[in-house]
Structures are given as structure tokens and as C-alpha cells.
């Protein structure tokens, strides 16, 4: 999907080859960033359809009956997989379960099963799937229950479609965290001044906002912005610039959104030294005396010092995530009443 907004109820999502709207019954695993399961458990227990039977540092499992659907526009999770303990999980599913939604012949591939992938391919091969390793619906993976075998028609990308991406792109799971603890509200004006690819515009688009602000100091990056943009409704205003000198007025925007350099793949924690600060002082002038920031870096300490010595702005809430061997936090920063 693109910036547009949330999709039409009877939109299709990503692959088109999954049955959405059969009913089925199975206990699934949906996977997510850590950090981001509390917001997935929330919003799993609003569905009917689902009961929640487990939680892991990474995931949510669910005993689930109802149409794939009712889970496709769910945007904390990343990867959705039956769990099944052994051959007649399998089966069964593939009968009743969400491995029914699978055209036929399942196209399969087995992942990192050991002395169980072998014998495990050729019996799929025997009951009617065919191999597909490099272009496969489900792919079979170890779990602590069993296997879990993950659709490939469920994969975030599959349902949401893929963005450009920047080299230190946001994961667009966090992105969708950082735009609910931002709590757009309906017309206001969303900055992210180290925007890269867009991630996180493209999500604040999706939450209402009336106007999206985005720059990069690097220009391949604003046009890439621009692309994962493209089709969005709120209007939308993109620059090369400085996030140290944003040519905005004071308290102009609502919400600023931002992955910060967290100097380690873009920049570094001494060029963070003086940017933190500086960058600091300008989101704290352009925001709104009700504004709010939600901004992503490791460079931890670095960031919560620069925010205690910035004037007019605080800390209220921290949520650290794991992703990509980092584990960076986003932080909730509202300016102070009467700055
Ligand atoms: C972590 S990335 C942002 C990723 C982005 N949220 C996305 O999803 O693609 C940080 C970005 O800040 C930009 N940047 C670094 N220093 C900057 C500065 N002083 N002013 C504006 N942009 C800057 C980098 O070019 C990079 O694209």
C-alpha cells in the first residue's frame, strides 16, 4: 500500500494469491520487532477473532478463527506463521487451518530446520507441494513448539507493499510505534527533519496529519522521500536543509517525528555532539506549545543530557526496541507549558 491512507475495506493486500477471506482456525505466531508487542497484543486483543495464548520477546501466538483479513491490516507485526507441533499440524492446517488460504500446489521452501529439512521436504514433496526455494508461498522454520510455517502472502511487505528504502531506513513497524505514541490528531502539521526515505511521513500520513514537513540534509534522500509519498492526501512539503536550521517559523508544527543519525552506520557519536543540540534547540523553537516529538536514536546518554539542558522541552516517556543488532530507544518529548 501506498501513503494514501488506510486502504478501502475491501482492498486487496499485497499478494493476491492468498485466499483473505476464508475462514480458517490455527494457532499463529506473529512476529515483531522487541519492544513492539505490547502494541501488537493491544491491538490483537480489539479482534474478535483472535484470543491471545502466548507471548514472546518477539511475538504474540493467538488461537485465531476467522478470514486471514481480519489480521492483514494489523501494522505491528512483521512475519505471520502457523505453529505446528509435527506432519498432521501440517495437515491439518492445510485442511482447515490458515495453510488452507494457499493456492494449490503450495510452493514451500525449509529454512534452517537441520537434520528435520530433508526429510521434511521430501514428505511435503510426497503430499502434493512442490519445492519452490526461490519463490515459495510458505517457508518452513524452527520453533520451539515445532515448525512454523510462515506465509509469504502475510509478510508486512506483502500486505503494505515495499518503500524505497535508505541505508538506515526505519523499520517501518517502529515507525508505526513512534506515529501512535506521536498521537497525530486529525489536521496537524508532521516534521521529520532527518526524514531519509520517509518512512516515518509515510506512516504519519496514514495517521491524519493535515500537513507532512520533511528534510534531509543528503538530496537522494528527499527524493526518495518523495516517491514513498507519492499519492499521499495531506499535502506534503520536502527540502535539502540542515535540521540545525529549519527555515520554519517558532511554534509552527505539532509533531515532530525523527530517527536520529545515532552515529554509528550515519554519522558519528562526536559529529552527534554538536548536532544533538543544536537540532534540539530548533525542534523545541518550531514546535507549538502543545507539541510533541518522537524521536529514535542509541546514542542514549547523548540525548537525554542534550534534552535536559535544552529549554522548553522534556522527556515523558522512553519505549527501547531490538532491531538489526541495535537497540535503540524512541523517546516521547513535549514541550513544557509556558516556554
Ligand atoms: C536514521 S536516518 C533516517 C531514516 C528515515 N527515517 C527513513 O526511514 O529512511 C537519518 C537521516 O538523517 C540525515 N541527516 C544526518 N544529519 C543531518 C542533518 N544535519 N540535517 C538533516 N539531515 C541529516 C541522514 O542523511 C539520514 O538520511
Known amino acids: 500500500m501506498n501513503a494514501g491512507g488506510d486502504p478501502a475495506p475491501d482492498a486487496t493486500y499485497g499478494d493476491p494469491v492468498l485466499d483473505l477471506d476464508r475462514p480458517v482456525t490455527d494457532r499463529l505466531l506473529l512476529r515483531t520487532v522487541p519492544g513492539a508487542v505490547d502494541y501488537l497484543a493491544e491491538e490483537l486483543r480489539e479482534l474478535p477473532t483472535a484470543g491471545i495464548v502466548g507471548r514472546r520477546h518477539d511475538g504474540v501466538v493467538i488461537e485465531f478463527a476467522g478470514p486471514l483479513r481480519d489480521l492483514a491490516a494489523n501494522r505491528y507485526y512483521t512475519t505471520l506463521a502457523v505453529l505446528t507441533a ?12 490458515a495453510l488452507a488460504a494457499v493456492p494449490e500446489p503450495p510452493r514451500f521452501r525449509v529454512g534452517r530446520l537441520g537434520e528435520r529439512r530433508w526429510p521434511l521436504r521430501d514428505r511435503l514433496t510426497a503430499s502434493g507441494w512442490r519445492n519452490a526455494p526461490g519463490d515459495w508461498d510458505v517457508n518452513f522454520e524452527p520453533d520451539p513448539e515445532g515448525t512454523a510455517a510462515e506465509l509469504g502472502g502475510m509478510y508486512w511487505t506483502s500486505r ?4 524505497v528504502r535508505a541505508p538506515a531506513s526505519t523499520t517501518p513497524v517502529i515507525a508505526t510505534v513512534m506515529l501512535r505514541l506521536a498521537k497525530v490528531q486529525e489536521g496537524q502539521r508532521v516534521l521529520d527533519p532527518f526524514c531519509g526515505a520517509g518512512t516515518l511521513l509515510v506512516e ?20 526518495s522521500t518523495r516517491e514513498n509519498l507519492a499519492g499521499a492526501h495531506p499535502p506534503v512539503t520536502l527540502w535539502r536543509g540542515d535540521a540545525r536550521a529549519l527555515p520554519l517559523p517558532d511554534d509552527h508544527v505539532d509533531r515532530v517525528v525523527a530517527n536520529l543519525p545515532f552515529g554509528k552506520r550515519v554519522g558519528s557519536h562526536r559529529g552527534n555532539t554538536t548536532l544533538y543540540p543544536a537540532a534540539l534547540a530548533e525542534i523545541a523553537r518550531v514546535l507549538t506549545r502543545t507539541g510533541r516529538a518522537v524521536l529514535l536514536t542509541e546514542d542514549k ?13 522534556r522527556i515523558v516517556k522512553q519505549i527501547t526496541f531490538t532491531t538489526g543488532g541495535a537497540h535503540p530507544s524512541a523517546y516521547v518529548v513535549t514541550t513544557r507549558r509556558g516556554r
Open 86 to 97: 509435527d506432519d498432521a499440524g501440517i495437515a491439518r492446517s492445510r485442511e482447515s487451518g
Open 204 to 223: 504519519a500520513a496514514r495517521g491524519g496529519a493535515g500537513r507532512l514537513l520533511g528534510a534531509d540534509h543528503d538530496r537522494r534522500w528527499v527524493r
Open 301 to 313: 546518554r547523548l540525548f537525554t543530557e542534550t534534552v535536559q539542558r535544552t529549554r522548553g522541552v
Open 160 to 163: 503494505f507493499g515495499e518503500l
